[in-house]
């Protein structure tokens, strides 16, 4: 097919489905004041982004970045799916700029699918200045981002950069910050137990609920029970 972002915008349009599209705008949330307001599908599955994404796998990152900029959500699910291959694949200098072109355009990354299938790959964890930033940073999704991406170093056994940004949100009013910041704090739990139940010693009285729940879902069910209760 031809590789520029209409073409592949219309080849999405043809594979869409009304219902399916009706369904994603309740799944996630894009009702007035919710989290997701305003998006809008197509009614694709994943399987089917991907195996576009497959077909325009040579895509420019000018195209990619137009594709960034669609109303339509699986055009930028597809512009990601892309953008994370293109990074595993490249030298150095391909990853910096598809991690320039992430950064600069983190607005329309705008749903938790969209975050977790690549804040990890393209923003990674090496640069700590950064991830402080975007976890302080206003936006909902940034802050996911800086979680999120401390999955990089995760996968490596490096767990200071997901336990530093975890304590950074434990206040954070988001319960999509709450259940991202768990889920990584039970990744770490998963690689060193004894360092995650540090943390919780010092955070989890303060930690959300959410947070907490998520964190200890991999713990024997007499002591997640402890930690709920708040005696341990």
């Given at each position: 097919m031809t590789v520029n972002a209409r073409a592949i915008e219309r080849?999405?349009?043809?594979?869409?489905?009304?219902?399916?599209?009706?369904?994603?705008?309740?799944?996630?949330?894009?009702?007035?004041g919710e989290y997701g307001e305003g998006d809008r599908f197509l009614g694709l599955t994943v399987p089917q982004v991907r195996a576009v994404a497959r077909e325009c796998k040579a895509a420019?990152?000018?195209?990619?970045?137009?594709?960034?900029?669609?109303?339509?959500?699986?055009a930028r699910l597809l512009a990601l799916v892309i953008l994370v291959e293109q990074s595993r694949r490249g030298d150095a200098a391909l990853r910096d700029a598809i991690r320039a072109l992430y950064l600069r355009n983190t607005h329309p990354v705008n749903n938790w699918d969209l975050v977790d299938c690549s804040a990890a790959q393209i923003v990674g964890s090496g640069d700590g200045a950064l991830l402080d930033r975007l976890a302080r940073s206003s936006s909902l999704w940034e802050r996911r981002i800086a979680i999120i991406a401390t999955f990089d170093s995760i996968r490596r056994n490096e767990l200071g950069a997901a336990l530093r940004i975890a304590a950074m949100l434990i206040g954070d009013g988001a319960d999509l910050i709450h259940k991202a910041a768990g889920w990584m704090l039970r990744e770490v739990g998963k690689r060193d137990r004894a360092a995650e139940e540090r943390f919780l010693r010092k955070y989890a009285r303060r930690m959300p609920r959410t947070m907490l729940r998520y964190a200890i879902e991999g713990f024997p069910q007499r002591l997640r029970r402890q930690y709920l209760a708040g005696r341990r």
């Open positions: 080849r999405l349009r043809a594979l869409g489905d009304r219902v399916r599209a009706r369904h994603s705008l309740r799944f996630f949330r894009t009702g007035p420019t990152l000018d195209v990619l970045e137009q594709l960034l900029q669609s109303p339509w959500h699986e």
